[in-house]
């Protein structure tokens, strides 16, 4: 039978779970909605199922439970932090709000952040900024990662590099959530765990051999995720993720150059606001055009409509806000542990 819970029972679990790990008060109430919002817009990898490795982060040190970013250097428009191994989640939504509120006055801000930890689901931050009719750029990697390889190489350099882009428009924001590589950490190391293949040659083995088996990923020596473009035109995803790279860690001032400390992230989060530029109106005016040209494109065989980034994602929230979130199987179960551990309440399933 279909489990499925309550949006908001789900966040009250999720914050008290947080909460009882010793995450400070006001970062749980904002890590637990943004991971339960991974799950609404069907990024099962990137939600709740970070939570066990999350808390156990938090049991062992390795993320910082309480106080504030360090700030490196704030020039208004422009602003460092280095994150000290709190949150990633809290702190990338703290450098999106701070970079609308910057963006009010000088048009733009940007905010690089190093030495924070994980961050999970970089579409669910999109519209923290879209809704007050800015366009936000984020980026993220993790300097103590590699799993892709550069195009042509069969060492993994890298991480799969995410950017994603919230673009406004007079009706649903256009949210874009990709990356440089042609699939995730996440996605392979669970296809492993499930003894499944990949839906195409997405990874290859440590001699270079093509495979669409994630489990070349994990042999002695691994294998690599390949860039975007794979064997043809992986040059595409590579050069992406040099350009995220630079972003997250060059600005930030840390990164692969320097001793590795755990899962973590460097970040790079840029807002746009176009009242600065030539108003809302004619920016609307251009978007509202794309989304349209877009959406109304004839199909091709076998498409039922074209869909704008974005546009899956917020129809799955609303059904999940309606009728009640279905979690991936495994979730749930890899939360009671913690919650019998933490002394907190499972949510109730909704009947039906």
């Not at 099962?44 to 970070?50: A, D, E, I, S, V």
């Not at 490795?53 to 439970?65: H, R």
């Not at 704030?74 to 994150?83: K, L």
């Amino acid at each position: 039978m279909t489990e499925r819970y309550a949006a908001d029972d789900l966040i009250a679990y999720a914050e008290a779970l947080f909460a009882a790990a010793g995450l400070d008060a006001d970062k749980a109430a904002v890590v637990a909605p943004l991971m339960v919002e991974a799950d609404l817009m069907g990024h099962t990898t990137h939600g709740l199922q970070l939570v066990p490795p999350y808390l156990a982060a938090l049991a062992d040190g390795s993320m910082t439970a309480s106080g504030q970013p360090a700030v490196l250097a704030d020039r208004g428009p422009v602003v460092s932090w280095d994150g000290r191994r709190l949150s990633g989640v809290w702190l990338t939504a703290a450098a999106v709000d701070l970079a609308v509120e910057r963006a009010r006055l000088y048009g733009t801000c940007t905010v690089s952040i190093r030495r924070a930890h994980h961050i999970a689901c970089l579409a669910a931050f999109l519209e923290r900024a879209t809704r007050h009719g800015m366009m936000v750029q984020l980026a993220c990697s993790d300097p103590s990662v590699a799993s892709v390889a550069p195009f042509g190489g069969t060492r993994a350099v890298y991480t799969p590099d995410p950017v994603a882009v919230g673009i406004p428009t007079s009706g649903d924001p256009i949210l874009v959530d990709i990356s440089a590589s042609i699939t995730t950490n996440g996605l392979t190391g669970r296809l492993h765990k499930e003894g499944r293949k990949l839906d195409h040659e997405w990874v290859i083995d440590a001699d270079g051999n093509p495979s669409t088996d994630p489990a070349v990923l994990f042999t002695d020596p691994p294998g690599t995720i390949l860039p975007v473009g794979g064997i043809d035109h992986g040059h595409k995803g590579y050069g992406l993720a040099l350009i995220v790279e630079a972003l997250t860690q060059g600005l930030a001032g840390h990164g692969r150059a320097d001793p590795a400390e755990g899962w973590g992230a460097g970040v790079f989060v840029q807002v746009w606001d176009p009242t600065a530029f030539a108003g809302v109106e004619e920016y609307t005016r251009q978007t509202d055009w794309l989304a349209q040209a877009c959406r109304g494109n004839p199909p091709r065989p076998g498409v039922d409509r074209v869909r704008l980034p974005g546009d899956g994602a917020l129809a799955r929230r609303r059904a999940a806000l309606e009728h009640g979130v279905t979690l991936y199987p495994g979730i749930v179960d890899g939360l009671k542990g913690w919650a019998g551990k933490l002394g907190v309440a499972a949510p109730k399933r909704l009947a039906g």
